[in-house]
Protein backbone atom coordinates (compact mmCIF):
# COMPACT_ATOMS: atom_id res chain seq x y z
CA UNK A 1 0.00 0.00 0.00
CA UNK A 2 1.18 3.45 -1.08
CA UNK A 3 1.93 5.83 1.54
CA UNK A 4 -0.55 8.43 2.35
CA UNK A 5 0.19 12.18 0.78
CA UNK A 6 -1.70 13.62 3.26
CA UNK A 7 -2.81 11.55 7.00
CA UNK A 8 -5.33 13.50 9.62
CA UNK A 9 -5.27 11.51 12.72
CA UNK A 10 -8.14 12.57 15.77
CA UNK A 11 -8.97 16.45 14.44
CA UNK A 12 -11.06 17.83 16.94
CA UNK A 13 -12.00 21.40 15.99
CA UNK A 14 -14.27 23.51 17.99
CA UNK A 15 -15.82 27.15 17.66
CA UNK A 16 -16.78 28.49 20.82
CA UNK A 17 -18.82 25.34 22.72
CA UNK A 18 -19.56 24.47 19.04
CA UNK A 19 -17.34 21.23 18.23
CA UNK A 20 -17.30 21.52 14.45
CA UNK A 21 -15.30 17.93 14.14
CA UNK A 22 -15.23 15.49 16.82
CA UNK A 23 -12.06 13.03 16.01
CA UNK A 24 -11.63 13.00 12.71
CA UNK A 25 -8.92 10.86 11.08
CA UNK A 26 -8.84 10.09 6.92
CA UNK A 27 -6.05 10.01 4.34
CA UNK A 28 -5.62 10.85 0.77
CA UNK A 29 -3.34 8.48 -1.37
CA UNK A 30 -1.51 10.57 -3.96
CA UNK A 31 -2.52 11.09 -7.37
CA UNK A 32 -5.94 9.90 -6.15
CA UNK A 33 -9.58 11.99 -6.61
CA UNK A 34 -10.86 11.92 -2.85
CA UNK A 35 -14.17 13.15 -2.02
CA UNK A 36 -15.72 14.32 0.97
CA UNK A 37 -19.60 14.67 1.45
CA UNK A 38 -22.43 14.75 3.81
CA UNK A 39 -25.02 17.15 4.91
CA UNK A 40 -24.79 21.38 5.29
CA UNK A 41 -22.63 21.64 8.79
CA UNK A 42 -21.35 18.40 8.90
CA UNK A 43 -18.07 20.26 9.02
CA UNK A 44 -16.49 20.05 5.63
CA UNK A 45 -15.38 23.18 4.85
CA UNK A 46 -13.88 23.16 8.54
CA UNK A 47 -11.84 20.30 7.68
CA UNK A 48 -10.09 21.99 4.28
CA UNK A 49 -9.66 25.13 6.23
CA UNK A 50 -7.53 23.29 8.96
CA UNK A 51 -5.79 21.29 6.95
CA UNK A 52 -4.73 24.73 4.86
CA UNK A 53 -3.93 26.18 8.14
CA UNK A 54 -6.68 29.07 8.29
CA UNK A 55 -8.09 27.15 11.53
CA UNK A 56 -5.93 25.41 14.30
CA UNK A 57 -6.94 22.23 15.48
CA UNK A 58 -8.05 21.91 19.16
CA UNK A 59 -6.57 19.10 19.35
CA UNK A 60 -4.94 16.05 16.81
CA UNK A 61 -2.57 16.52 13.86
CA UNK A 62 -2.01 16.88 10.40
CA UNK A 63 0.49 15.16 8.34
CA UNK A 64 1.32 15.78 4.71
CA UNK A 65 3.92 13.85 2.86
CA UNK A 66 5.50 13.10 6.18
CA UNK A 67 5.91 16.68 7.33
CA UNK A 68 3.74 17.79 10.60
CA UNK A 69 1.65 20.58 9.34
CA UNK A 70 0.73 21.24 12.72
CA UNK A 71 1.30 25.41 13.88
CA UNK A 72 2.48 26.54 10.22
CA UNK A 73 1.15 29.55 8.50
CA UNK A 74 -1.22 29.05 5.45
CA UNK A 75 1.28 30.48 3.65
CA UNK A 76 3.84 27.87 4.43
CA UNK A 77 1.16 25.24 4.10
CA UNK A 78 0.73 26.24 0.35
CA UNK A 79 4.66 26.33 0.01
CA UNK A 80 4.73 22.79 0.69
CA UNK A 81 2.15 21.84 -2.45
CA UNK A 82 -1.40 22.11 -0.65
CA UNK A 83 -3.86 24.66 -2.75
CA UNK A 84 -7.08 25.36 -1.72
CA UNK A 85 -10.41 26.59 -3.67
CA UNK A 86 -12.39 27.83 -1.01
CA UNK A 87 -16.41 27.96 -1.33
CA UNK A 88 -17.66 31.19 -2.95
CA UNK A 89 -14.45 31.68 -5.12
CA UNK A 90 -13.08 34.44 -3.10
CA UNK A 91 -11.57 36.07 -6.28
CA UNK A 92 -10.47 39.62 -6.72
CA UNK A 93 -13.20 41.00 -8.30
CA UNK A 94 -11.72 44.78 -9.56
CA UNK A 95 -8.35 42.61 -10.64
CA UNK A 96 -8.35 41.31 -14.37
CA UNK A 97 -7.67 37.08 -15.02
CA UNK A 98 -4.30 37.58 -15.70
CA UNK A 99 -3.81 39.29 -12.42
CA UNK A 100 -5.90 37.42 -10.54
CA UNK A 101 -3.95 34.74 -11.34
CA UNK A 102 -0.59 36.01 -11.54
CA UNK A 103 -1.00 36.49 -7.67
CA UNK A 104 -2.04 32.46 -7.75
CA UNK A 105 1.82 32.17 -8.32
CA UNK A 106 3.06 33.92 -5.63
CA UNK A 107 4.44 31.60 -3.42
CA UNK A 108 8.06 30.91 -3.56
CA UNK A 109 7.71 27.60 -4.72
CA UNK A 110 6.34 29.08 -8.05
CA UNK A 111 7.01 32.39 -8.57
CA UNK A 112 10.12 30.91 -10.76
CA UNK A 113 7.78 29.13 -13.03
CA UNK A 114 5.18 32.10 -13.35
CA UNK A 115 5.10 31.86 -17.13
CA UNK A 116 4.99 28.44 -17.90
CA UNK A 117 1.99 28.10 -15.27
CA UNK A 118 0.09 30.85 -16.79
CA UNK A 119 0.68 28.48 -20.24
CA UNK A 120 -0.73 25.28 -18.85
CA UNK A 121 -3.78 26.93 -17.36
CA UNK A 122 -4.36 28.62 -20.54
CA UNK A 123 -4.60 25.65 -22.48
CA UNK A 124 -6.63 24.08 -19.31
CA UNK A 125 -8.98 27.17 -19.63
CA UNK A 126 -8.87 28.32 -22.79
CA UNK A 127 -11.79 30.91 -22.21
CA UNK A 128 -9.60 32.12 -19.20
CA UNK A 129 -7.13 33.46 -22.00
CA UNK A 130 -9.78 35.15 -24.26
CA UNK A 131 -11.02 37.02 -21.31
CA UNK A 132 -7.11 37.93 -19.82
CA UNK A 133 -7.96 41.61 -19.51
CA UNK A 134 -11.03 41.46 -17.98
CA UNK A 135 -11.83 41.69 -14.73
CA UNK A 136 -12.66 39.05 -13.00
CA UNK A 137 -16.14 40.52 -11.41
CA UNK A 138 -17.36 40.65 -14.89
CA UNK A 139 -17.12 36.92 -15.79
CA UNK A 140 -19.85 34.16 -15.45
CA UNK A 141 -20.27 32.05 -12.07
CA UNK A 142 -18.73 29.01 -14.45
CA UNK A 143 -15.90 31.30 -15.46
CA UNK A 144 -15.22 32.81 -12.31
CA UNK A 145 -15.17 29.09 -10.50
CA UNK A 146 -12.42 28.20 -13.60
CA UNK A 147 -10.52 30.90 -12.72
CA UNK A 148 -10.36 30.62 -8.37
CA UNK A 149 -9.14 26.78 -9.80
CA UNK A 150 -6.61 28.18 -12.20
CA UNK A 151 -5.95 30.65 -9.62
CA UNK A 152 -5.05 27.82 -7.19
CA UNK A 153 -3.20 25.77 -10.12
CA UNK A 154 -0.61 28.57 -10.62
CA UNK A 155 0.92 27.86 -7.05
CA UNK A 156 1.63 24.29 -9.01
CA UNK A 157 0.00 21.94 -6.06
CA UNK A 158 0.66 18.41 -5.60
CA UNK A 159 -3.10 18.77 -3.88
CA UNK A 160 -5.74 20.84 -4.91
CA UNK A 161 -8.82 20.78 -2.50
CA UNK A 162 -11.89 22.08 -3.96
CA UNK A 163 -14.91 23.30 -1.64
CA UNK A 164 -17.74 22.75 -3.53
CA UNK A 165 -17.08 23.48 -6.98
CA UNK A 166 -20.26 22.79 -8.87
CA UNK A 167 -22.12 25.42 -6.31
CA UNK A 168 -24.75 27.39 -8.24
CA UNK A 169 -23.72 26.03 -11.94
CA UNK A 170 -26.09 25.19 -14.54
CA UNK A 171 -25.90 21.15 -15.17
CA UNK A 172 -23.70 21.26 -18.58
CA UNK A 173 -21.12 23.50 -16.57
CA UNK A 174 -21.51 20.93 -13.73
CA UNK A 175 -20.06 18.46 -16.18
CA UNK A 176 -17.56 19.99 -17.80
CA UNK A 177 -16.54 21.04 -13.47
CA UNK A 178 -16.54 17.31 -13.11
CA UNK A 179 -14.39 16.63 -16.38
CA UNK A 180 -12.25 19.45 -15.36
CA UNK A 181 -11.18 17.51 -12.03
CA UNK A 182 -10.31 13.88 -13.99
CA UNK A 183 -8.29 16.40 -16.27
CA UNK A 184 -6.49 18.01 -13.87
CA UNK A 185 -6.28 14.74 -11.79
CA UNK A 186 -4.59 13.04 -15.09
CA UNK A 187 -2.30 15.95 -15.13
CA UNK A 188 -0.84 14.07 -11.45
CA UNK A 189 -2.60 16.74 -9.15
CA UNK A 190 -4.40 14.66 -6.12
CA UNK A 191 -7.36 15.91 -5.52
CA UNK A 192 -9.67 16.68 -2.22
CA UNK A 193 -12.75 17.34 -3.59
CA UNK A 194 -15.70 18.73 -1.09
CA UNK A 195 -19.28 18.24 -3.07
CA UNK A 196 -23.34 18.49 -2.54
CA UNK A 197 -23.62 16.48 -5.92
CA UNK A 198 -22.51 13.23 -4.34
CA UNK A 199 -23.39 11.02 -7.20
CA UNK A 200 -21.53 13.15 -9.46
CA UNK A 201 -18.80 13.37 -6.76
CA UNK A 202 -18.86 9.94 -5.61
CA UNK A 203 -19.32 8.29 -9.32
CA UNK A 204 -15.69 10.01 -10.49
CA UNK A 205 -13.76 9.63 -7.18
CA UNK A 206 -11.39 6.53 -6.50
CA UNK A 207 -11.97 6.94 -2.16
CA UNK A 208 -14.70 8.75 0.04
CA UNK A 209 -15.55 9.83 3.10
CA UNK A 210 -19.07 10.70 4.55
CA UNK A 211 -18.99 12.84 7.18
CA UNK A 212 -22.08 13.45 9.96
CA UNK A 213 -21.85 16.17 12.70
CA UNK A 214 -18.01 15.97 12.98
CA UNK A 215 -17.59 12.47 12.23
CA UNK A 216 -16.32 9.84 9.37
CA UNK A 217 -19.20 7.81 9.56
CA UNK A 218 -18.98 5.53 6.27
CA UNK A 219 -15.49 5.53 3.73
CA UNK A 220 -15.02 3.41 0.79
CA UNK A 221 -14.43 3.26 -2.69
CA UNK A 222 -16.52 5.71 -4.99
CA UNK A 223 -18.35 3.45 -6.53
CA UNK A 224 -18.64 1.16 -3.22
CA UNK A 225 -20.38 3.91 -1.81
CA UNK A 226 -22.45 5.33 -4.92
CA UNK A 227 -24.32 1.95 -4.66
CA UNK A 228 -24.42 1.62 -0.74
CA UNK A 229 -28.31 1.50 -0.18
CA UNK A 230 -27.48 3.61 3.12
CA UNK A 231 -25.79 6.53 1.22
CA UNK A 232 -28.51 6.60 -1.45
CA UNK A 233 -31.80 6.52 1.35
CA UNK A 234 -29.89 8.95 3.47
CA UNK A 235 -27.96 11.73 0.79
CA UNK A 236 -29.45 10.89 -2.30
CA UNK A 237 -33.08 10.92 -2.50
CA UNK A 238 -33.88 13.70 -4.85
CA UNK A 239 -32.14 11.24 -7.12
CA UNK A 240 -34.96 8.53 -6.56
N1 LIG B 1 -16.73 30.71 12.05
C1 LIG B 1 -17.61 29.91 12.69
N2 LIG B 1 -18.06 30.22 13.93
C2 LIG B 1 -18.94 29.41 14.57
N3 LIG B 1 -19.40 28.25 14.08
C3 LIG B 1 -19.00 27.90 12.86
C4 LIG B 1 -18.08 28.71 12.09
N4 LIG B 1 -17.85 28.09 10.90
C5 LIG B 1 -18.59 26.95 10.93
N5 LIG B 1 -19.28 26.84 12.09
C6 LIG B 1 -20.16 25.71 12.48
O1 LIG B 1 -19.41 24.51 12.39
C7 LIG B 1 -20.18 23.46 11.82
C8 LIG B 1 -19.48 22.96 10.55
O2 LIG B 1 -19.50 23.97 9.56
P1 LIG B 1 -18.84 23.77 8.12
O3 LIG B 1 -18.92 25.08 7.42
O4 LIG B 1 -17.53 23.16 8.27
O5 LIG B 1 -19.85 22.72 7.47
P2 LIG B 1 -19.97 22.20 5.96
O6 LIG B 1 -20.01 20.72 6.03
O7 LIG B 1 -18.94 22.81 5.12
O8 LIG B 1 -21.42 22.74 5.55
P3 LIG B 1 -21.97 23.27 4.13
O9 LIG B 1 -22.30 22.03 3.34
O10 LIG B 1 -23.21 24.01 4.51
O11 LIG B 1 -20.93 24.13 3.50
C9 LIG B 1 -21.55 24.05 11.58
O12 LIG B 1 -22.35 23.70 12.68
C10 LIG B 1 -21.30 25.54 11.53
O13 LIG B 1 -22.44 26.25 11.94
MG1 LIG C 1 -19.00 24.08 3.51
Known sequence: MEKQLLDVQDLE?????????????????????????GANGAGKSTLLKTISGIISPNSGRIRFAGKSLNKLRPETIVNMGI?????????????????????????????????RSLEEVYDLFPVLKDRTNQNAGSLSGGEQQMLA???????????????????????IVVHKMFELIKTLNGRKVTILLVEQNIHLALKIS??????KTGK????????????????????MGALG
Open 216 to 235: ITMEGRGEELLSDPEVQKAY
Open 149 to 171: IARAMMSQPDILMLDEPSLGLSP
Open 13 to 37: VQYGDIRALRGISMGVQKGTIVALV
Open 83 to 115: SHVPEGRRLFADLTVLENLELGAYPSRSRPFLN
Open 206 to 211: HYAFVL
